[in-house]
């Protein structure tokens, strides 16, 4: 009531200036009126204003299905150097409200109003009828500060006072510099709206950026279409809000408690229960509009399934700690049988230029379309990087560097874990509205020799390969890959990624099976709205990966990183079959996933220590044989993985999900070693999370 009563009295307050005040100043003027009597100009102005608005106002599709019938009262202002600012928008739907800025963001530059022959701003009310009608307007000066009286000076500090107030948390994060926390199961709700035919995105260097996706997926209409209407501040928090979100001119930030609180049963094991208890917290922001900030803290403890147990274990580095858990880090033990592993995450973006993204951060990357990628995945712990993003004309171009570890006891010095690194280039091209084609190269080092962090490999445009042979064929390992995506029409996608690490064809045409011939393939499709059903997503994709790609000679130089590949968490000597539904409704949300493979492990049994190609940490010399070399070769294993994930996002702006899940895994080896054993796991689990990242338990 008080805003109203505040807001009438500063429409009506000049209605008494006398017309020799009103000669003594001069309006804004647009170009067509400046050969207008100068009584009139303010006549011109309006309608101009008015036309501007008529002709480029987009009432919103929800207030034309609502059959809203009403006004947007605008307040705004035209500065000293003619530009149009808004001050104050009211309306009852924040799409008007927005759609309003929009338009007066497009005015032209005028020439700003005249006082006594010096340049002035005005402030205006203006009101919009909606729906929009061509009609005759009039808008209200609200005055400048050296007319006004002291009681309209203090009505208008009173008026700007209440509208502070008033004012609510614009998020800002959905046109910032800020990543897209990567899970499959949250991407797939943009993923056909980034693939529609004709689109200019890139969608396989992941995570996204909100101002990427942005362009092709409106955040803020979805987040409206899940918000739970509530008054009291804990159902705000509870549903719909950042726990804190503040903001100013030139800042913004939130921060959110981090939870995932799971218990289940694993029919494999015999301890009664399995449970994950991780706490933490969430902090994000932006400085001015080119400058975006991201951390988060995580103290975690757990007990999973038996298999991803003795998987952890299997991983363990060097000294007293007992296991790495499996894409998070390396854990402690905790209690008896549980594993205590606390993780930190975060990142700096700024982008000095329209065309370009610089981060540096601890974290995580992936490239590529599918469920895997064959190039660089998120199965492995967070580690340091640093990334450019670059993007111009149909071209997206990522340069990323990586600081790895390797933790085995054989390469440490001075029990510190030996430090190697990585240099990716990953160009992107939409050769047509339909076809991206991309290309990898990636090469890794190590710090031999006090070579340390190579700055032959910082050159973000230079080839690898002949940086690896200008500093010797042993100081690297380089691959190369390609990838390429189709779109078939606006629902039906094709994908594919093909990677290098070495190759003879002198073998291939002697038909051999050369140990040499290092690479492998990624073939996928993706069905969006599938049969008709809005938000069906359905997937499949089939790798395979040749035995000793990835491995090297040196063998610090594996494709690694804590004892976990960097690109598919099988390593090589593989082929892999996926199938995947996602669906989504509202804030439901149902995953479901089948994979089954081929895999060949060693024997590692004291009378067969040879490398078979699956364990990407061996030395490749240690083969027994040079050709012959065939995918499942050494101990035969039938893997099948099936998951069922059903939940409900309780707080969209966190990302806070309640979920039930049930995994099954049969892992059938032809041959069995004390490592290496049948098992047939059935796993059970509900829980509530803040979903922030991807678990990989199909290994």
Same mark, same amino acid.
């Given at each position: 009531?008080?805003?109203?009563?505040?807001?009438?009295?500063?429409?009506?307050?000049?209605?008494?200036?006398?017309?020799?005040?009103?000669?003594?100043?001069?309006?804004?003027?647009?170009?067509?009126?400046?050969?207008?009597?100068?009584?009139?100009?303010?006549?011109?102005?309006?309608?101009?204003?008015?036309?501007?608005?008529?002709?480029?106002?987009?009432?919103?599709?929800?207030?034309?299905?609502?059959?809203?019938?009403?006004?947007?009262?605008?307040?705004?202002?035209?500065?000293?150097?003619?530009?149009?600012?808004?001050?104050?928008?009211?309306?009852?739907?924040?799409?008007?409200?927005?759609?309003?800025?929009?338009?007066?963001? @497009?005015?032209? %530059?005028?020439?700003?109003?005249?006082?006594?022959?010096?340049?002035?701003?005005?402030?205006?009310?203006?009101?919009?009828?909606?729906?929009?009608? *061509?009609?005759?307007?009039?808008?209200?000066?609200?005055?400048?500060?050296?007319?006004?009286?002291?009681?309209? %000076?203090?009505?208008?500090?009173?008026?700007? *006072?209440?509208?502070?107030?008033?004012?609510?948390?614009?998020?800002?994060?959905?046109?910032?510099?800020?990543?897209?926390?990567?899970? $499959?199961?949250?991407?797939?709700?943009?993923?056909?709206?980034?693939?529609?035919?004709?689109?200019?995105?890139?969608?396989?260097?992941?995570?996204?950026?909100?101002?990427?996706?942005?362009?092709?997926?409106?955040?803020?209409?979805?987040?409206?279409?899940?918000?739970?209407?509530?008054?009291?501040? &804990?159902? =705000?928090?509870?549903?719909?809000?950042?726990?804190?979100?503040?903001?100013?001119?030139?800042?913004?930030?939130?921060?959110?408690?981090? !939870?995932?609180?799971?218990?289940?049963?694993?029919?494999?094991?015999?301890?009664?229960?399995?449970?994950?208890?991780?706490?933490?917290?969430?902090?994000?922001?932006?400085?001015?509009?080119?400058?975006?900030?991201?951390?988060?803290?995580?103290?975690?403890?757990?007990?999973?399934?038996?298999?991803?147990?003795?998987?952890?274990?299997?991983?363990?580095?060097?000294?007293?700690?007992?296991?790495?858990?499996?894409?998070?880090? +390396?854990?402690?033990?905790?209690?008896?049988?549980?594993?205590?592993?606390?993780?930190?995450?975060?990142?700096?973006?700024?982008?000095?230029?329209? !065309?370009?993204?610089?981060?540096?951060?601890?974290?995580?990357?992936?490239?590529?379309?599918?469920?895997?990628?064959?190039?660089?995945?998120?199965?492995?712990?967070?580690?340091?990087?640093?990334?450019?993003?670059?993007?111009?004309?149909?071209? =997206?171009?990522?340069?990323?560097?990586?600081?790895?570890?390797?933790?085995?006891?054989?390469?440490?010095?001075?029990?510190?874990?030996? @430090?190697?690194?990585?240099? *990716?280039?990953?160009?992107?091209?939409?050769?047509?509205?339909?076809?991206?084609?991309?290309?990898?190269?990636?090469?890794?080092?190590?710090?031999?020799?006090?070579?340390?962090?190579?700055?032959?490999?910082?050159?973000?445009?230079?080839?690898?390969?002949?940086?690896?042979?200008?500093?010797?064929?042993?100081?690297?390992?380089?691959?190369?890959?390609?990838?390429?995506?189709?779109?078939? *029409?606006?629902?039906?996608?094709?994908?594919?990624?093909?990677?290098?690490?070495? !190759?003879?064809?002198?073998?291939?045409?002697?038909?051999?099976?050369?140990?040499?011939?290092?690479?492998?393939?990624?073939?996928?499709?993706?069905?969006?709205?599938?049969?008709?059903?809005?938000?069906?997503?359905?997937?499949?994709?089939?790798?395979?990966?040749?035995?000793?790609?990835?491995?090297?000679?040196?063998?610090?130089?594996?494709?690694?990183?804590?004892?976990?590949?960097?690109? $598919?968490?099988?390593?090589?000597?593989?082929?892999?079959? +996926?199938?995947?539904?996602?669906?989504?409704?509202?804030?439901?949300?149902?995953?479901?996933?089948?994979?089954?493979?081929?895999?060949?492990?060693?024997?590692?049994?004291? @009378?067969?220590?040879?490398?078979?190609?699956?364990?990407?940490?061996?030395?490749?010399?240690?083969?027994?044989?040079? @050709?012959?070399?065939?995918?499942?070769?050494? +101990?035969?294993?039938?893997?099948?993985?099936?998951?069922?994930?059903?939940?409900?996002?309780?707080?969209?702006?966190?990302?806070?999900? &309640?979920?039930?899940?049930?995994?099954?895994?049969?892992?059938?080896?032809?041959?069995?070693?004390?490592?290496?054993?049948?098992?047939?796991?059935?796993?059970?689990?509900?829980?509530?999370?803040?979903?922030?990242?991807?678990?990989? !338990?199909?290994?």
């Amino acid at each position: 009531m008080k805003r109203t009563i505040v807001l009438l009295l500063l429409l009506v307050q000049y209605h008494s200036y006398s017309q020799d005040t009103f000669l003594a100043e001069k309006p804004p003027v647009f170009p067509n009126c400046n050969a207008i009597a100068i009584d009139s100009l303010q006549k011109c102005f309006d309608k101009h204003v008015f036309e501007h608005i008529y002709n480029n106002f987009k009432v919103p599709q929800k207030v034309y299905d609502e059959k809203y019938k009403g006004e947007v009262v605008v307040l705004f202002e035209v500065d000293t150097i003619g530009q149009f600012r808004i001050i104050y928008v009211d309306a009852i739907y924040n799409e008007l409200k927005e759609e309003t800025k929009r338009v007066f963001s @497009t005015m032209p %530059k005028i020439e700003p109003a005249t006082y006594s022959g010096r340049k002035t701003y005005k402030q205006y009310s203006l009101p919009i009828k909606i729906p929009l009608v *061509n009609q005759a307007v009039q808008t209200q000066d609200l005055a400048k500060d050296n007319e006004i009286s002291k009681q309209e %000076k203090q009505l208008k500090t009173e008026f700007d *006072n209440v509208n502070a107030n008033l004012k609510t948390f614009e998020d800002k994060a959905y046109n910032s510099q800020l990543n897209i926390q990567f899970t $499959h199961s949250d991407y797939s709700r943009f993923d056909r709206s980034m693939n529609l035919v004709g689109t200019n995105s890139h969608t396989a260097s992941k995570p996204f950026m909100y101002d990427e996706v942005s362009k092709y997926y409106d955040f803020k209409a979805e987040k409206e279409k899940l918000k739970k209407e509530t008054d009291t501040w &804990v159902g =705000k928090k509870l549903w719909n809000e950042h726990l804190v979100q503040l903001q100013g001119d030139d800042y913004w930030f939130t921060v959110d408690p981090i !939870f995932d609180l799971q218990i289940g049963k694993d029919t494999d094991a015999s301890f009664n229960t399995t449970y994950n208890n991780t706490r933490g917290l969430l902090v994000q922001g932006g400085l001015g509009k080119k400058f975006n900030f991201y951390t988060t803290v995580f103290e975690s403890q757990g007990r999973f399934a038996q298999y991803v147990n003795e998987y952890a274990e299997s991983l363990k580095a060097f000294g007293p700690d007992p296991a790495i858990i499996p894409g998070r880090g +390396i854990a402690k033990r905790f209690k008896t049988d549980s594993y205590d592993y606390p993780v930190a995450e975060a990142y700096l973006s700024y982008s000095p230029a329209k !065309f370009i993204n610089v981060q540096f951060g601890h974290g995580k990357n992936f490239i590529g379309d599918g469920y895997r990628s064959l190039f660089i995945s998120d199965v492995a712990s967070p580690h340091p990087f640093l990334k450019l993003n670059t993007k111009f004309w149909k071209i =997206k171009y990522t340069n990323t560097w990586m600081w790895l570890k390797d933790v085995r006891p054989e390469v440490e010095v001075d029990k510190a874990f030996l @430090t190697k690194y990585i240099a *990716n280039h990953y160009l992107s091209w939409n050769v047509s509205k339909r076809l991206n084609i991309g290309l990898f190269e990636s090469v890794l080092w190590t710090n031999s020799n006090d070579r340390g962090f190579d700055i032959n490999y910082l050159n973000p445009i230079i080839f690898f390969r002949a940086i690896e042979f200008e500093t010797g064929q042993g100081a690297g390992n380089a691959l190369l890959g390609a990838s390429a995506k189709y779109k078939w *029409n606006d629902n039906i996608n094709a994908y594919g990624q093909f990677i290098l690490d070495e !190759f003879s064809l002198s073998d291939v045409k002697g038909g051999e099976k050369s140990w040499k011939n290092k690479f492998g393939f990624q073939l996928g499709l993706k069905y969006f709205n599938a049969f008709k059903v809005d938000n069906l997503l359905l997937q499949f994709e089939y790798n395979r990966v040749r035995p000793y790609t990835y491995s090297h000679n040196t063998i610090v130089l594996n494709y690694a990183h804590n004892n976990q590949p960097m690109a $598919h968490l099988w390593g090589a000597n593989f082929s892999e079959a +996926i199938l995947i539904g996602r669906y989504h409704y509202k804030r439901w949300f149902a995953d479901a996933k089948l994979i089954y493979g081929i895999r060949g492990l060693d024997f590692n049994d004291g @009378t067969d220590n040879f490398s078979y190609g699956g364990d990407i940490y061996r030395d490749y010399n240690d083969r027994p044989f040079d @050709t012959g070399v065939e995918v499942g070769q050494g +101990i035969k294993t039938k893997t099948f993985n099936g998951n069922l994930q059903a939940g409900y996002v309780i707080n969209p702006a966190s990302n806070l999900k &309640v979920f039930a899940d049930i995994s099954f895994r049969d892992f059938d080896p032809e041959a069995e070693t004390a490592t290496t054993f049948k098992s047939n796991t059935v796993w059970f689990n509900f829980g509530v999370r803040t979903d922030l990242f991807n678990w990989y !338990f199909d290994f």
